[in-house]
């Protein structure tokens, strides 16, 4: 079965961290470009972060300088690591994937621009609340 399965979300306070993971069955991530996304209750998702096939990366403007996204393509592992967290960062987060031959574009933005998803996760929940 080819799928994107996240973990690492759960409650923290203010000013924590949390590290979500995502992990490919069925296909391997080396030819993908990976992109988090989030959902708060009542609004629509959007894009966080994005690494290409070579490991460039880039983020929502929210997310620059506190989120940070890397993979582990033997793995087969992407993650997200997420410090400072606010509660305006609760959402749903969910992982994805598009398959690209070019290594240095990422074809997932995180600019509201519209994008083709091949694979995503069912998503993992962070609550930021004391």
């Known amino acids: 079965q080819l799928q994107l399965v996240e973990s690492g979300g759960g409650l923290v306070q203010p000013g924590g961290s949390l590290r979500l993971s995502c992990t490919a069955s069925?296909?391997?991530?080396?030819?993908?470009?990976i992109g988090w996304f989030r959902q708060a209750p009542g609004k629509e998702r959007e894009g966080v972060s994005c690494?290409?096939?070579?490991?460039?990366?880039n983020y929502a403007r929210f997310a620059e300088g506190r989120f940070t996204i890397s993979r582990d393509n033997a793995g087969n592992t992407a993650y997200l690591e997420m410090n400072s967290l606010k509660p305006e960062d609760s959402g749903v987060y969910f992982c994805?994937?598009?398959?690209?031959?070019?290594?240095?574009?990422?074809?997932?933005?995180?600019?509201?621009?519209?994008?083709?998803?091949?694979?995503w996760g069912n998503g993992t929940r962070v609550t930021v609340s004391s």
């Open positions: 994805a994937a598009r398959q690209t031959a070019i290594t240095y574009y990422c074809p997932l933005p995180t600019d509201g621009r519209p994008y083709t998803v091949d694979y």
């Open positions: 690494i290409t096939r070579s490991g460039a990366t």
């Open positions: 069925g296909f391997t991530l080396d030819s993908y470009a």
